[in-house]
């Protein structure tokens, strides 16, 4: 709802004067799948069966009724004057946000996530304003479950801690892949596969897998929070490896039959920036472009595109940018992803003297040079600028930003700022024009879906001359000049910084450039762990105070912690503020 009243005052518009509104599922289609899927299993499944169906009886099947209600209210009109809802599928709403927001006008399309109504991956082509779908696997052989079942089996949870696998797999070996290829997944020379159900229970079951599981790889899963062992990081970089070699498979398999130079990407697989780098690697197309909002935050600019192109037919129009004197490129239409809200500095100023903060007033001319200098000397500053990201991760307006260049930034971010586990790696932003002199990588990234090895002339020589370091030892090994943003397998999460999409963090860099001649900085999103990213100066604020950052920068106010009154942990930052 909040969301909703957002784009509504944004627009300057009210509800009832929009054409259509979309939803990005078929609700009646995924109860098909759920009822089948129960029957297929029974009478395995019955205690589950029992817990969903009174959720889906007195809710999920009436959202049609229970969507028209709540706008209706929001509106303050009669649901008669409403305008028409519409329904899409859900991969059909995957595939729109991925061609649709593309700079291509023609582009091969692969969706992969846990499951929509039906399907689990998808592909399709885009043509112009058609997107014509071309084949599907169905629930429940599903590469984003599978990796979830992992996830759940390393002790991480599902839907929000597949990532933390993905970061976890460099610190492992792969011993594991075998055994999966083996027992779990059937693959097939084009790509396509099935699963032994036998071991997961996500069809019937409240666990994602099973005792038949536990007993393949030797015990049961992890307790969440307990120590990480060997073995749990043997198994990340199995799924991991596994994952990769299913993605590049089918992405050949849809290129092959094709021909299409383009290729496009949506679905939460999707943010397998890791996959997605050795995809772009295996140079089996042209272009690569990954939908920023790849999961299903992504359904909703999806299903609008898809009315906007297929229902209502608009054609489908490529937005060139200049690259040089006579050059232009197709630019994708996310404007960088900064699609949320924005505070101007009045409004800024007033939220923090409500809060009692302490804050000093920067012109451009200096704000930047003087936040660069901070960096430089070893500050964590909190970085608040123009509109928020749309998607989940932060790049560069909602921001955490430090010295990449540091030894102990990587361990006193993730304790002291983030709190969060160990081995989660920072990714690094960096000026775009200057990408290939810091990574192996020619292309631009300005969504952070890319994983890129840094350069071999960034490598340091080894001063560790003992037995192969193993586990989370390996975090405690400097390998690179810019140890806070490498990994241990000497890769990073890159981010290109453009000047036309974000020109005050681009500024930032470049002044930090000229004082270290070094055009990278960490880039980690402005939150900690388990809560959203900031969206409000009063958000940055709490944030702030109740961490070790040292600085924090709201458009052009600066505040340092150690000028702050005592932080009061109270109720008062709830209050509800406007945004403009």
């Given at each position: 709802?909040?969301?909703?009243n957002?784009?509504l005052?944004?627009a300057?518009?009210p509800l009832?004067?929009?054409?259509?509104?979309?939803?990005y599922d078929?609700?009646m289609l995924k109860?098909e799948?759920?009822?089948?899927?129960?029957?297929?299993?029974?009478?395995?499944?019955?205690?589950?069966?029992?817990?969903s169906?009174?959720?889906?009886?007195?809710?999920?099947?009436?959202?049609k009724?229970e969507l028209k209600?709540?706008?209706?209210?929001?509106a303050?009109?009669?649901?008669k004057?409403?305008p028409?809802l519409l329904f899409?599928?859900?991969h059909?709403?995957?595939a729109?946000?991925a061609?649709?927001?593309?700079?291509?006008?023609e582009?091969?399309?692969?969706?992969l996530?846990?499951?929509?109504e039906?399907a689990?991956?998808?592909a399709w082509l885009?043509?112009?304003?058609?997107?014509?779908p071309?084949w599907?696997?169905?629930?429940?052989?599903?590469?984003?479950?599978l990796?979830?079942?992992?996830?759940?089996y390393?002790?991480?949870?599902?839907?929000?801690?597949?990532?933390?696998?993905?970061g976890?797999a460099?610190?492992?070996k792969?011993?594991?892949?075998?055994?999966?290829?083996?027992?779990?997944i059937?693959?097939?020379?084009?790509?396509?596969?099935?699963?032994?159900?036998?071991?997961?229970d996500?069809?019937?079951g409240?666990?994602m897998?099973?005792?038949?599981?536990e007993?393949?790889?030797?015990?049961p899963a992890?307790?969440?929070?307990?120590?990480i062992?060997?073995r749990d990081?043997?198994?990340?970089?199995?799924?991991?490896?596994?994952?990769?070699e299913?993605?590049l498979?089918l992405?050949q398999q849809?290129?092959?039959?094709t021909?299409?130079?383009n290729?496009?990407?949506?679905?939460g697989?999707?943010l397998?920036?890791?996959?997605?780098?050795?995809?772009?690697r295996?140079n089996?197309?042209?272009n690569i472009?990954?939908?920023?909002?790849?999961?299903?935050?992504?359904?909703?600019?999806?299903?609008?595109?898809?009315t906007?192109h297929q229902y209502?037919?608009k054609?489908?129009?490529?937005h060139?940018?200049k690259?040089?004197k006579s050059k232009?490129?197709p630019?994708?239409?996310m404007?960088?992803?900064?699609l949320?809200?924005?505070?101007?500095n009045?409004?800024i100023e007033?939220?923090?003297?409500r809060?009692g903060?302490?804050?000093?007033?920067?012109?451009?001319?200096?704000?930047?040079?003087?936040?660069?200098l901070?960096?430089?000397?070893?500050?964590?500053?909190?970085?608040?600028q123009?509109?928020?990201e749309?998607?989940?991760?932060?790049l560069?307006?909602?921001?955490?930003i430090?010295?990449?260049?540091?030894?102990t930034?990587?361990e006193?971010?993730?304790?002291?700022?983030?709190?969060?586990?160990s081995?989660?790696?920072?990714?690094?932003?960096?000026?775009?024009?200057?990408v290939?002199?810091y990574?192996?990588i020619?292309?631009?990234?300005p969504y952070?879906?890319?994983?890129?090895?840094?350069?071999?002339?960034?490598h340091?020589?080894?001063?560790y001359?003992?037995?192969a370091m193993?586990g989370?030892?390996?975090?405690?090994?400097?390998?690179?000049t810019?140890?806070a943003i490498?990994?241990?397998?000497?890769?990073?999460?890159?981010?290109?910084v453009?000047?036309d999409?974000?020109?005050?963090?681009?500024q930032l860099?470049?002044?930090f450039?000229?004082l270290t001649d070094?055009?990278?900085?960490i880039n980690?999103?402005?939150?900690?762990r388990?809560e959203?990213?900031?969206?409000?100066?009063?958000?940055a604020y709490?944030c702030?105070?109740?961490?070790n950052?040292?600085t924090?920068?709201?458009?052009n106010?600066?505040?340092?912690?150690k000028?702050?009154?005592?932080?009061?942990?109270?109720?008062?930052?709830?209050?509800?503020?406007t945004?403009?």
């Amino acid at each position: 709802i909040q969301a909703i009243n957002y784009c509504l005052s944004e627009a300057n518009i009210p509800l009832v004067e929009i054409d259509y509104i979309v939803f990005y599922d078929k609700p009646m289609l995924k109860f098909e799948r759920l009822l089948q899927s129960y029957l297929d299993f029974a009478p395995r499944g019955l205690g589950s069966f029992i817990r969903s169906m009174p959720i889906w009886l007195k809710q999920k099947l009436l959202l049609k009724a229970e969507l028209k209600k709540q706008l209706s209210k929001l509106a303050d009109c009669p649901i008669k004057f409403l305008p028409p809802l519409l329904f899409t599928e859900h991969h059909q709403s995957h595939a729109a946000s991925a061609y649709y927001a593309s700079p291509f006008q023609e582009s091969a399309v692969l969706c992969l996530d846990g499951a929509g109504e039906w399907a689990t991956t998808s592909a399709w082509l885009g043509s112009g304003n058609q997107l014509k779908p071309l084949w599907q696997i169905n629930f429940p052989h599903s590469i984003g479950l599978l990796y979830s079942a992992f996830t759940y089996y390393c002790g991480f949870k599902v839907n929000s801690g597949e990532y933390k696998l993905m970061g976890l797999a460099p610190y492992g070996k792969p011993k594991y892949s075998q055994l999966i290829y083996d027992h779990l997944i059937d693959v097939k020379a084009d790509g396509s596969f099935r699963l032994d159900m036998r071991f997961f229970d996500y069809c019937t079951g409240l666990t994602m897998t099973n005792k038949k599981f536990e007993t393949l790889f030797g015990g049961p899963a992890r307790n969440p929070e307990s120590a990480i062992t060997q073995r749990d990081m043997d198994i990340a970089a199995s799924i991991q490896q596994v994952t990769e070699e299913l993605v590049l498979k089918l992405c050949q398999q849809l290129i092959a039959e094709t021909g299409a130079k383009n290729l496009c990407l949506a679905g939460g697989v999707a943010l397998n920036c890791v996959a997605n780098g050795k995809l772009l690697r295996s140079n089996i197309c042209e272009n690569i472009w990954i939908q920023p909002a790849a999961g299903d935050a992504g359904g909703a600019l999806g299903a609008a595109l898809a009315t906007w192109h297929q229902y209502l037919d608009k054609p489908k129009i490529t937005h060139y940018q200049k690259t040089g004197k006579s050059k232009a490129t197709p630019i994708d239409l996310m404007s960088g992803s900064y699609l949320g809200p924005a505070f101007s500095n009045e409004s800024i100023e007033q939220s923090l003297k409500r809060l009692g903060a302490i804050f000093h007033y920067y012109p451009d001319s200096t704000l930047f040079s003087a936040v660069a200098l901070s960096i430089a000397e070893q500050d964590v500053v909190g970085w608040f600028q123009g509109r928020m990201e749309f998607g989940p991760r932060a790049l560069g307006a909602r921001s955490i930003i430090g010295d990449p260049r540091s030894t102990t930034m990587q361990e006193t971010m993730n304790a002291k700022i983030k709190f969060r586990e160990s081995f989660r790696p920072f990714a690094p932003s960096v000026l775009a024009e200057k990408v290939s002199d810091y990574f192996d990588i020619e292309t631009s990234s300005p969504y952070m879906l890319l994983v890129a090895e840094l350069n071999k002339q960034h490598h340091i020589a080894s001063n560790y001359d003992g037995p192969a370091m193993y586990g989370l030892d390996k975090i405690k090994l400097q390998r690179t000049t810019l140890p806070a943003i490498t990994h241990v397998d000497y890769s990073a999460r890159v981010q290109t910084v453009h000047n036309d999409t974000n020109p005050r963090y681009y500024q930032l860099l470049k002044q930090f450039e000229r004082l270290t001649d070094c055009g990278v900085l960490i880039n980690t999103s402005f939150n900690v762990r388990g809560e959203p990213i900031v969206c409000t100066p009063e958000d940055a604020y709490r944030c702030f105070m109740r961490t070790n950052m040292d600085t924090l920068v709201l458009e052009n106010y600066v505040l340092h912690k150690k000028n702050q009154p005592l932080w009061r942990e109270d109720e008062s930052w709830q209050k509800t503020f406007t945004l403009d």
